[in-house]
């Protein structure tokens, strides 16, 4: 059974680049969750996906989007990389909306230069 | 002030030592307390959960929550080099785990 798959591991942008993160949820689960974690801090909420619609989001600007699409997997796009994007971007899946168990991915790291 | 403040550590302890991790809150709103392992800047691993306040056990591990005092802890017994990890509380206004506010870590090694 797989687990929550994302892509790429590692990533290097320029800074006003564009970017596209992937995940794929584990088997059964229809929700996606993404997180940002700095180094040494703890991951921050960005947005929830469900039945193809955001359905939570944290604060954080309007260059994070992303989509869901029909079987579940989902993509978070950040526009106009700044220096302080860097981070590990973390996926995480849940059975249903509201779920209180999560599995998360090994994540992407993205360093923006 | 963030909502979620955890002790930062980093905490180094002998093998077979009791580890006891804290994290208080702000937001009387969430309900629903976990506790995340995570290795090597790995993705973290879900260790326990809980509702309500008291004291949860698994095995080695317990899960302490006070909600009259915004304080959740989770103890650590007989810890072993294997426990050396990054530990993460979180926490939700309701029972949905996919849109956590985490805390920044605690950083513990055990040593043999």
């Known amino acids: 059974d797989a687990g929550v798959t994302q892509s790429p591991t590692h990533l290097i942008k320029t800074r006003g680049q564009q970017v596209t993160l992937r995940c794929s949820p584990k088997s059964g689960h229809d929700t996606v969750s993404w997180y940002q974690q700095a180094l040494g801090q703890g991951p921050q909420f960005i947005f929830q996906?469900?039945?193809?619609?955001?359905?939570q989001r944290g604060n954080f600007p309007d260059r994070f989007s992303g989509h869901q699409f029909p079987n579940y997997s989902s993509e978070l796009n950040v526009n106009a990389l700044l220096l302080g994007d860097s981070a590990l971007y973390l996926c995480a899946s849940s059975r249903d909306f509201g779920g209180n168990t999560i599995y998360f991915g090994e994540g992407s790291w993205l360093t923006v230069v | 002030q963030k909502e979620v403040e955890q002790d930062p550590g980093p905490l180094s302890v002998p093998e077979g030592a009791i580890v006891s991790l804290n994290c208080t809150y702000s937001n009387s709103a969430f309900q629903y307390f976990m506790w995340y392992r995570q290795y090597s800047r790995k993705g973290p691993e879900l260790l326990m959960y809980?509702?309500?306040?008291g004291n949860k056990e698994d095995g080695r591990f317990t899960a302490q929550v006070d909600k009259s005092s915004k304080y959740i802890s989770l103890f650590i017994r007989d810890s072993q080099p294997s426990d050396s990890a990054t530990y993460l509380c979180a926490m939700s206004e309701g029972t949905n785990a996919g849109k956590s506010t985490f805390g920044d870590g605690t950083t513990l090694t055990v040593k043999p």
């Open positions: 996906y469900y039945e193809e619609e955001e359905r």
């Open positions: 809980t509702y309500s306040s």
